[in-house]
């Protein structure tokens, strides 16, 4: 397949140490699956519903046509995205929805990223412009992926879905995260992501009986294991995560939300919007659009039957959904 002219010449794929190295061979080894296999995933419901949180989240809080102040002609794409940690690209089918003008995708994994565009090159005209690029963006910056002139133009929105709990490893790859974020989003731009409840996390550790010795909770559908009861470091404080058929005992980072706040206002960003999943759900089940995004994501059935069953709804609400405004 020919490399659009939009797309750059990629480096040959970095060799990665530690539980990096663990993360990006996770992620690069998951097989991309047709939309038939998808479907047969034992935890379709979640994914789905995962989906429709990222589709909720989108729409209300980084859409670019919907959120700006000035009319445009109708049907005028409009917006520039940053999508960091955008994996295979599950997201593009929501930023062609929101009519964007242009998309930045990055992410650590090569051959995702590789597969992202593919499923964009796949798409049907017109269709947004986009770039992407393999980079570790929790260590090096933006501008060694992309030319000065791609950057040029600051991003309105920046998305990070269930990626950014990666960077916490240590206060200095936060820092050159958030340095990533921030640096090239316009003043009034969006920071919009998901990660995983800190408080939920170290709630449900908290809980584990003194006597038992594995540190672990979680269900069918997923499990965490902490390696200390004690410790609460801000910067490191990891634990594993396994989720059926999706991730396999990863090695993931708490993000402590005051200390991610405080480090975040460092870098001009300041939150607007912070919920957990089962919130969002209650908050935007019975409004129409969200609605019948459901049942067309298939996170409903035509009876309005759940497609969670109760493990998956538990593992769902492992998350919480972000918003921070640069200012
Ligand atoms: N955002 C995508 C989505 O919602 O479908 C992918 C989410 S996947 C759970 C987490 C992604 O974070 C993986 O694609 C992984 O390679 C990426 N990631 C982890 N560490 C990273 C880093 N240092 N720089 C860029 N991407 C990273």
Not at 156 to 161: A, F, I, L, P
Not at 236 to 251: I, K, M, Q, T
């Amino acid at each position: 397949r020919s490399t659009s002219p939009d797309n750059l010449p990629q480096p040959p794929a970095k060799r990665h140490a530690g539980d990096v190295g663990r993360v990006v061979e996770h992620y690069n080894m998951r097989p991309e699956v047709g939309v038939k296999q998808r479907l047969q995933s034992p935890i379709i419901g979640l994914k789905s519903f995962n989906n429709w949180v990222k589709s909720v989240l989108i729409t209300r809080f980084a859409h670019p046509v919907l959120s700006s102040s000035t009319p445009g002609r109708p049907g005028e794409r409009r917006g520039k995205v940053l999508d960091m940690g955008c994996g295979k690209g599950g997201d593009i089918t929501k930023w062609e929805k929101a009519r964007i003008k242009e998309l930045v995708g990055v992410d650590i994994a090569d051959v995702s990223i590789a597969q992202a565009r593919e499923r964009w090159e796949a798409m049907r005209w017109p269709r947004f412009v986009a770039s992407f690029a393999a980079l570790d963006c929790y260590k090096e910056p933006l501008s060694k992926a992309f030319p000065p002139e791609k950057l040029a133009q600051p991003f309105d929105v920046v998305s990070m879905q269930f990626c950014m709990h990666y960077a916490f490893e240590t206060a200095e790859k936060a820092r050159c995260m958030l340095q990533n974020v921030s640096q090239w989003l316009r003043e009034g731009g969006i920071l919009v992501g998901t990660i995983p409840n800190a408080d939920y996390l170290l709630e449900r550790l908290d809980a584990l009986p003194p006597s038992v010795q594995d540190l672990s909770f979680g269900n069918s559908v997923y499990s965490i294991r902490f390696e200390d009861r004690q410790s609460r470091p801000l910067f490191g404080h990891r634990y594993y995560f396994w989720l059926n058929d999706a991730v396999d005992n990863v090695p993931e980072y708490i993000v402590h939300w005051n200390n991610f706040v405080s480090l975040a206002a460092e870098y001009s960003l300041y939150p607007t919007y912070k919920e957990e999943f089962h919130q969002i759900f209650a908050e935007h089940q019975d409004q129409e659009e969200f609605k019948s995004l459901m049942l067309r994501m298939k996170v409903v059935d035509a009876n309005g039957e759940s497609a969670l069953d109760e493990e998956q709804w538990e593992a769902a609400n492992i998350y919480i959904g972000f918003v921070f405004e640069k200012r």
